[in-house]
């Protein structure tokens, strides 16, 4: 038989097919006529990390650990926390997950505490027609929030929000004149780089990282 023991507590997680613990995020995987025996965790947290052991129940008795690092990706957001923008310019804010090629979920985008789609249009006091949100893996999940034409009505504090990490936002202004500290130039029908606003995320997105201890 084999076992998966979680050794900071010596918590028998599974014994063959089964769990005995009642985090349901834990279970084991054999597949059938299968020798291997898989101890899968979902949704991995912080406080999971340490070391896991699998041991087969034969005489003497063989055992092999594992080292769990589970490292938490911070939010982050390169420029300045308050963009300043020209009415009738364009926007672009950017969102970032460099994590790895996992399953990084979704990403959402809101104002205040709107969801930025169509049936949200209304209350966000935004023209659907003048939004675009593109997502696109380059090192990451690129997800693009676009708007055209932004009036003043798109002041506002705008986040991005992963399903599976913390959200990051940023307060945009519109304005009709300069803004004497904080203006970014651009031409009035379309975006410059000045005027573009490119985040970079690093989602709380739980990454695993499994060694063999030596």
Known sequence: QVSWIRKRDLHIL????????SDQRFQVIRPEKSDNWTLQ?????LRDSGVYECQVNTEPKMSLPFRLNVVEAKA?????????????????LTCLISQGPHDLGTVFWYKGD????????????????????????????????HISDVHLSDSGNYSCVPTIA??????????????PAAMQHGNKNTASLSLSFHGTIVYTFFFIIIKRLR
């Open 76 to 92: 982050r957001i390169l420029g300045p926390s308050d963009l300043h923008v020209k009415a009738g310019s364009s926007i672009t």
């Open 114 to 145: 709107n969801i930025i789609e169509s049936s949200a249009a209304n209350e966000n006091d935004i023209d659907i027609n003048r939004i675009s949100i593109k997502n696109h893996w380059i090192d990451g999940l690129t997800s693009k929030l």
């Open 14 to 21: 599974t014994a063959g097919i089964l769990t005995y613990t």
């Open 41 to 45: 965790i979902k949704f991995p947290q």
């Open 166 to 179: 913390g959200a990051t936002s940023v307060n945009v202004h519109v304005i009709n004149g300069e803004h």
